[in-house]
């Protein structure tokens, strides 16, 4: 219960109104303002930028300081001792595997990648130009038709299959959108190899031939799932929060998820990024000033991409391990002198040093980074929003499962009202 109020004056009410507060772990106290309506009033806030709409034990982020914990863990310290797969478990359970938990996790999610072979025919309902995630959409919310049995979401088993399910197959399907758009076979998982090396050998070999993963590209794949697991309320989660506050099944509300991170204001940055070293084009110092300065110009609609964050005011902390990782990839690539690198590098200095963004507290954020590594790789640039939908799948089903498991209610936001006041219909 809280012991703190807020009270609140309203010109017109006789009387002032109580509202209680609520403290969390950390963070900014909550002011619950819940019995405004019987009171005739509702809050304003668009962009959700000072609403707490859930309760959630799941993730924390500190943004002036930088901090983003999973389960009380630093991004930071999971990045250097962990791996995804022991990050999932971490989100959906609440606690660390111990080594038999972890074994016995990684074999189902291991021998769940498979799809279901009538699965292949959605994607060959496509054209081949279509955009991946438009893909990715459509055939994660299909998943509903293929898995009747595990769509009670009262029942605390199904969710837990479907929550499998979701994490095991996201790679499969991901890595089909891209054989499709290129017009290769699909390629079937392979239970020896880990999560990311398996991502990589469905995305890159061929029935000819067998692709090797590099241990430095998979471990650097394995961070960038890490690095983009989850994120607290952001606008997908809040999306598949939203969307399985209805009753929704876990299938539909993940493809919500992916359609909300598409977005270029959120998932889809990293393709924006690469789409914006393309178009700032040649390597030069009078180029990269000219783009800045657009990035400065209220009258022009272009943002530097990749820079700058709703919540970190500071930095990103994710934003440093990608930079470190990135470093790794390119001087095991021999890609140290690449110029859109150079590009890349040089837009970061000037940022950080000018007025206009220093003032703002514009920073690079993760998917600055991700993207120049993920060319690196070989990832096309269309597949980067689908590699973060793919890494950020285990957030949402963890946020959805915390949300089904707990007190739900359906999300309805109320409005601020301008339209018309009622009027006649106009006699014909
Ligand atoms: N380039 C230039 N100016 C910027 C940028 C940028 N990337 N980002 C913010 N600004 C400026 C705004 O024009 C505004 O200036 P003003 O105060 O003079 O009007 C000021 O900084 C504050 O910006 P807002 O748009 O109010 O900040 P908001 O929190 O709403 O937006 C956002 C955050 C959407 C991430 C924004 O910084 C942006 O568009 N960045 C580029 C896209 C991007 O990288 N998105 C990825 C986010 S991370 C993720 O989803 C994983």
Known sequence: MADKKAILTVPGLDENIELPIY??????????????????????DPGFVSTAACESAITYIDGG???LLHRGYPIEQLAKHSHYLELCYLLLNGELPTPEEEEKF???ITHHTMVHEQLLQFYKGFRRDAHPMAILCGVVGALSAFYHDSLDINNPRDREVSAFRLIAKMPTMAAMCYKYSVGQPFIYPKNDLNYAENFLHMMFSTPCGDYQPNPVLSKAMDRIFMLHADHEQNASTSTVRLTGSTGANPFACIAAGIAALWGPSHGGANEA?????????EDSEENIQHFISRAKDKNDPFRLMGFGHRVYRNFDPRAKVMKETCDEVLKELGLENDPQLHIAKRLEEIALSDEYFIERQLYPNVDFYSGIILKAIGIPTNMFTVIFALSRTVGWISHWKEMVSGDNKIGRPRQLYTGHDVRDYPAK
Do not use: A, C, H, W
């Open 65 to 67: 300081k930088g901090v």
């Open 23 to 44: 403290s969390g772990t950390v963070g900014p106290d909550v002011v619950d303002v819940r019995g405004l309506t019987s009171k005739g009033l509702f809050t304003y």
């Open 273 to 281: 990024v690469l789409t914006m070293l393309d178009e700032i084009g």
């Open 106 to 108: 990684e074999n189902t």
